[in-house]
């Protein structure tokens, strides 16, 4: 069986594309580092991470986006032997209006080298290429619209796109203004059996996320909405284990059967808080004879276990505890960074600005994939000011973060301190009693048990003390607090030196052991 979901941890907004016996499955990103993660399959069971479209500088400019900004929702396809990625990056979405910049790269390998971008349009959000059977191609996005009094989903623009020249002729049309759930978004467009097929998402990406489909005989529409819409939703299902779902693709595969991945969220015991962030999931899907999609499990509710494709098994190595530096596993928040040196068997983090800071950070960190965990680093680091800090953290984004880090204190020398912030409001746990450690090599850990988070170190990788109180790590979420949150909680070694000296930290490990 498929067991759900199949991409655990921040992993939002599946596009997937089938290429012979490949599958390959884009995720959005947004303000981290490199842009866009490509999974691969050959089953639909195993997943493997192959790497990122957006790995370059000249690919993707995220500096001083702001925390759930970045890239938004890619669309991956195949055509004619050519991959294309359409992305937006987004550089505000907290106010009226958005700015939001639509993209289109092209490579003849998933692997890349991918194309300079082409800048598309800015209308709107979530971006996708449609490729007709006449070889025409149409751009597809949602338009925002910041006018009081007006739906800001204003609706589903479809817009011929001249692949050789570049750039979008003809008039862009409104084809969907989305159907009474509302909040439609993250089109991609299908052509089956002499319909035109619309899969959106709508309800917004919460609690109330689900699946459209509607469908057309023309192409620019009216489009009718599914007689049993939504096909996909978790909405009013408190009972289910995979919330929020919706934002999903389709793919076939050489045996005609369908299959749709999906967002989704796994909340913490009790709570309605994420801190996984929006992951991946899967549902196998049909054509009945009245031309419509359903879920083959029946129902229009996420299933945890889904019934494998007609396809021989083909599973991956496991990943280790431990995973090198260099791995695709990592990223960087906001850019590759001169200050973040990837060596043989550890890791140089020259002091950047704090965790708050939407520019030049020195952090690299991998997302966390489970709710209890034991993370475990060595860190070599020799601070002589109160603002260089190092250390591990785990990590939401500017807004939610807890952090363990090894700084100096003018009167005890090297000590351990607690850095919280719960919404942008910043605590320190251990106040002014800090705890003084020796100099030298010294070890942190997290462990994470669900809700709770205890910090402790250790100065010989055996005995380990506990520092400060249990804290709450259901704050690390999507769900909480005033500002958007898109992305998921990420396990960082990070650095400061908010003196400017760049003073250097040494991490030679990163073990992350799942219970």
Not at 187 to 213: C, K
Not at 435 to 456: E, K, N, W
Not at 476 to 491: A, E, I, N, P, Y
Request: hydrophobic share 35%; net charge negative; aromatic share 10%.
């Amino acid at each position: 069986m498929i067991k759900n979901p199949i991409l655990s941890g921040f992993n939002p907004d599946p596009s997937i594309c089938r290429v012979g016996q490949d599958y390959y499955i884009a995720t959005s990103t947004f303000e981290w580092f490199p842009g866009v993660q490509i999974h691969h399959s050959r089953d639909l069971v195993h997943w493997r991470l192959l790497g990122h479209a957006l790995e370059e500088s000249r690919l993707l400019d995220l500096r001083g986006v702001p925390s759930s900004g970045g890239v938004w929702a890619p669309a991956l396809s195949h055509h004619d032997d050519l991959f294309y990625l359409c992305f937006t990056v987004v550089h505000q979405h907290e106010a009226a209006t958005k700015d939001t910049p639509n993209f289109l790269i092209t490579a003849s390998s998933i692997e890349g080298p991918w194309s300079d971008p082409v800048f598309i349009n800015s209308s709107g959000f979530d971006p996708s290429l449609f490729h007709d059977e006449d070889g025409r191609k149409y751009w597809l996005n949602m338009v925002w619209d910041h006018r009081p009094d007006h739906n800001p989903f204003h609706g589903i623009v479809l817009q011929e796109y001249d692949h050789r020249a570049g750039y979008l002729i003809g008039k862009p049309r409104i084809i969907f203004k989305g159907s009474e759930l509302g909040l439609t978004e993250g089109p991609h467009l299908y052509r089956r059996n002499g319909y035109y097929y619309l899969l959106t998402a709508e309800g917004g990406t919460e609690y109330d996320h689900a699946v459209t489909l509607a469908r057309s005989r023309t192409l620019d529409g009216p489009y009718e909405v599914h007689p049993a819409n939504p096909i996909l939703t978790s909405s009013g299902r408190d009972d289910l284990l995979l919330q929020k779902a919706g934002h999903a693709s389709l793919v076939e595969t050489p045996a005609g059967e369908w299959y749709m991945p999906h967002l989704c969220g796994r909340r913490l015991p009790g709570t309605r808080r994420c801190n996984l962030g929006r992951e991946t999931a899967i549902q196998q899907v049909e054509w009945r004879d009245d031309n419509w999609l359903y879920l083959v499990e029946g129902g229009n509710a996420p299933h945890e276990e889904v019934s494998p494709p007609k396809l021989p098994s083909h599973s991956w190595p496991d990943l280790p505890d431990r995973l090198p530096f260099d791995s695709p596993h990592y990223a960087t928040p906001r850019g590759p960074s001169a200050n973040v040196i990837r060596e043989t068997g550890k890791l140089v983090l020259r002091g950047c600005e704090s965790l708050e800071s939407n520019f030049e950070q020195a952090m690299l960190a991998r997302r966390l994939t489970s709710q209890q965990a034991t993370i475990t680093t060595s860190l070599d680091f020799d601070p002589t000011s109160f603002q260089q800090m190092a250390g591990l953290a785990l990590y939401y984004n500017t807004h939610l973060f807890h952090y363990l880090y090894l700084s100096q204190d003018e009167n005890l020398g090297s000590c351990l301190q607690i850095h919280s912030c719960d919404d942008g409001t910043s605590s320190f746990p251990l106040g002014k009693t800090l705890l003084p450690v020796p100099q030298g090599a010294i070890y942190l850990r997290a462990t994470l048990d669900h809700l709770d988070l205890q910090f402790s170190y250790s100065t010989d990788e055996e005995t380990f003390h506990p520092v400060g109180p249990v804290l709450d790590a259901s704050l690390l979420s999507d769900d909480h607090g005033d500002h958007w949150g898109f992305t998921g909680t990420f396990v960082a070694l990070c650095c400061q030196d908010l003196t400017g000296a760049r003073l250097a930290a040494e991490f030679h490990f990163l073990q992350i052991s799942n219970s």
